[in-house]
C-alpha cells in the first residue's frame, strides 16, 4: 500500500512513455521523451530543494534554456550530495543531441531513469 502513496511526476509518465517508444523502435520520439524527463526532474529538484538563485534566473529569462540547467544539475548535486546527478544530465542530454542507435539509447536511458529516481526519491522524502 505504501507505493499507491507515491507521487507520480511528469518525469515518471514521460519515462514511460519513452520505454514504450523505445519498444515499438521509434528511437527519435523515445531520445525526446527521455531527455524530457530528465528536464523535469531538474526543473523539479530546483523547486523542491528551494534553489532560489535559479528560480529568480527563470522567472526574470522567463524560460530554461540549456546552460540554465547546467547550472541548476550542479547546484542540485551540491546540495543532495550526489555528484552522480551531473552524469545522469549528461546523458539525458546525449539522448537528445547523439543520433544514438538502439542499444546505446538503451544505457543512457538507464542513466535518465537513475536521475528520476532520484528526484522522486526527494519529491516522496518531503527532503528540502
Not at 534566473?57 to 552522480?84: M, P
Not at 546505446?104 to 537513475?114: H, N
Amino acid at each position: 500500500m505504501g507505493e499507491s502513496s507515491k507521487i507520480l511526476t511528469a518525469a515518471d509518465v514521460l519515462v514511460e512513455e519513452a520505454d514504450e517508444l523505445l519498444s515499438k523502435g521509434d528511437i527519435v520520439q523515445a531520445s525526446e521523451k527521455y531527455y524530457k524527463a530528465a528536464e523535469e526532474s531538474i526543473k523539479l529538484l530546483v523547486k523542491i530543494l528551494d534553489i532560489k538563485e535559479i528560480m529568480e534566473k527563470v522567472e526574470k529569462d522567463g524560460y530554461w534554456d540549456l546552460g540554465t540547467l547546467d547550472e541548476a544539475v550542479e547546484k542540485i548535486s551540491q546540495k543532495v550530495k550526489k555528484k552522480e546527478i551531473f552524469e545522469y544530465w549528461m546523458s539525458a542530454v546525449a539522448t537528445l543531441t547523439a543520433n544514438l542507435p538502439a542499444d546505446e539509447l538503451e544505457k543512457e536511458a538507464e542513466e535518465v531513469r537513475k536521475l528520476v529516481r532520484i528526484a522522486d526519491e526527494i519529491a516522496n522524502s518531503g527532503m528540502a
